[in-house]
């Protein structure tokens, strides 16, 4: 019986929702089908940010942190494999220093954080919550790469889009600095994954 796993996907959705202003997505789209405009974490990627401004790119690297802190705890508490625990640990660590520096900035730039209507963050959210929630062991771990492997490579694929979308020059140079540790977290991910039986994901060149 896992029904803390079930309580902590309201939690963190509910978290975020309250956090941000925004509205969680109240239908959950596979990958393939969701918004073809934009970046999303777990799906195909085109780099473009119509109509986003700086509270929108804000609150899409919070929510995405937000999503990385969250799935990384889940794993120290779900996972045995000492591979992915580390992984798991790193996450928790980096993510939450970003998070937390993103959250100052909302406070002392002005920028009120708020999901664009075309951003599928949240979606991804739940979805990830949903596949992860009933696996344990091996599937478990091979499941959590996959996904980890997927929001980073995505991530990395839009950042060049996201730094010209911003405005504020913070946050411009916030997300032109993000680079470097996704980077690093993929190829550390791609490095467990081909232990594992799990197809690494494409490292997108720096634009």
Known sequence: MRQPARTAVAVAIATLALAHGVAAQSSVRHPSSAGRTHAIAGGDVVPSHVGWDDGSVLAHLITGDSLEVALGELALQRS??????????????????????????????????????????????VMAFKELHPLSGADF????????????????AALASLKTTARDDELEDWVDASYAPARRHLERL????????????VVPRRQ
């Open 190 to 201: 791609n490095d467990v994954a081909r232990t594992m039986g799990v197809e690494p994901g």
């Open 80 to 125: 045995r494999n000492e591979r992915i625990r580390r992984l798991a640990r790193t996450v928790v660590r980096e993510h939450g220093a970003r998070l937390r520096a993103e959250r100052e900035m909302a406070g002392t730039d002005g920028i009120t954080p708020r999901l664009h209507r075309s951003d599928r963050s949240m979606d991804h959210l």
């Open 141 to 156: 771990d091979r499941a959590w790469l996959r996904h980890q492997i997927t929001f980073h490579a995505d991530h990395l």
